[in-house]
T-cell receptor, first 108, second 113 residues
Framework: ELKVEQNPLFLSMQEGKNYTIYCNYS?????LYWYRQDPGKSLESLFV?????AVKQEGRLMASLDTKARLSTLHITAAVHDLSATYFC????????FGTGTRLQVFP | KAGVTQTPRYLIKTRGQQVTLSCSPI?????VSWYQQTPGQGLQFLFE???????NKGNFPGRFSGRQFSNSRSEMNVSTLELGDSALYLC????????????FGPGTRLLVL
């Protein structure tokens, strides 16, 4: 059974700092997704990573995928308050299996 | 282009009742998936429909069922509601079942009393 683990579960960081969220999964998969969820809201697609070594960047967020290590990272550069949200990774094995989510709080 | 719509947005039911949730995908999208989100279990896949056929099903009891119509709209039904069914139910649509990107709707928040 495919398992997806994220860490940390909670991240409190100061504005301007950098940090990385990790997503480990237990079996091979062709696709890995990152989503953002604001409180009480739905999921917003951030990145789709399709191959080993894939790297995608949007603003202060950069996602990468290492299929051999079964690891994806979401790197936050120079965090700002607007990035405060919960971030989920999800692995596609015919259906999306989500990680536990990382609740990010950015403070001044 | 309009996004995924879900109705109703909020719902309060009592134990033992049944409920039907509706999802209208983005125009032209033929695949619809349903997810349940709870604080304890997180986001869990319920089922996926493509061209009116259920392609995949998650590990939920038979009380949870769904269907898809010829216009790609989908409904999910939960019978004999339990307190633990209180959750945010999210619907996502994609062009085809194997499409790279799913677009999520706003969700239906169900409270079972």
């Amino acid at each position: 059974e495919l398992k997806v683990e994220q860490n940390p579960l909670f991240l409190s960081m100061q504005e301007g700092k950098n940090y990385t969220i990790y997503c480990n999964y237990s079996t091979t998969s062709d696709r890995l997704y990152w989503y953002r969820q604001d409180p009480g809201k739905s999921l917003e697609s951030l990145f789709v990573l399709l191959s080993n070594g894939a790297v995608k960047q949007e603003g202060r967020l950069m996602a990468s995928l290492d299929t051999k290590a079964r690891l994806s990272t979401l790197h936050i550069t120079a965090a700002v308050h607007d990035l405060s949200a919960t971030y989920f990774c999800a692995v596609d094995n015919g259906k999306l299996i989500f990680g536990t989510g990382t609740r990010l709080q950015v403070f001044p | 282009k309009a996004g995924v719509t879900q109705t109703p947005r909020y719902l309060i039911k009592t134990r033992g009742q049944q409920v039907t949730l509706s999802c209208s995908p983005i125009s032209g999208h033929r695949s619809v998936s349903w997810y349940q989100q709870t604080p304890g279990q997180g986001l869990q896949f319920l089922f996926e429909y493509f061209s009116e056929t259920q392609r995949n099903k998650g590990n939920f009891p038979g009380r949870f069922s769904g269907r898809q119509f010829s216009n790609s709209r989908s409904e999910m039904n939960v019978s004999t509601l339990e307190l633990g069914d209180s959750a945010l139910y999210l619907c996502a649509s994609s062009l085809v079942a194997w499409a790279e990107t799913q677009y999520f709707g706003p969700g239906t928040r169900l409270l079972v009393l």
